[in-house]
């Protein structure tokens, strides 16, 4: 009688271990997004903004009762200042933010208020299927506003006709 229990649970649970197994690691997040430079100092994006390479920004992760920092990443922008961070780990129950570390260019290094940092979502247990994670753009400020940048947020106010 015990070895047909036993056979039976080898006959169960073997085959349940071997697909286990078998299956392969799960592919890491790919953090997306792209760093700015707000020439019009407009605070958004407008039809002037230039995007900027070599930018280096950071994706960290905080607990979220202790709000201590428990992981921590950095990556640079390519030439069309987009970035692609592969984070293996999965952080369920913590705070993840992208945001802004520094730009290579002098004359646009200071951090536009509000555009420095944005939330990452970086679970599985969500309902998103996709290991793609698409991060607000973010961005810093031109020291001085382009010429015709007026002309340019004119398009951007309301009118009363």
Known sequence: MARRVLLVALCVLLPALLVSASRPARNPFIVKGRVYCDTCRAGFETSATTYIAGARVKVECKNRNTMQLVYSKEATTDSYGTYNMFINEDHEDQLCD???????????????????????????????????????????????????????LKQYQESDE
């Open 98 to 152: 992208a945001m802004l570390v520094s730009s290579p260019q002098h004359d646009c290094a200071a951090m536009s208020p509000g555009r420095e940092r944005t939330r990452v979502i970086l679970t599985r247990y969500n309902g998103i299927a996709s290991d793609n994670r698409f991060a607000n753009a973010m961005g810093f400020m031109k020291d001085e506003a382009l010429s015709g940048c007026a002309e340019i």
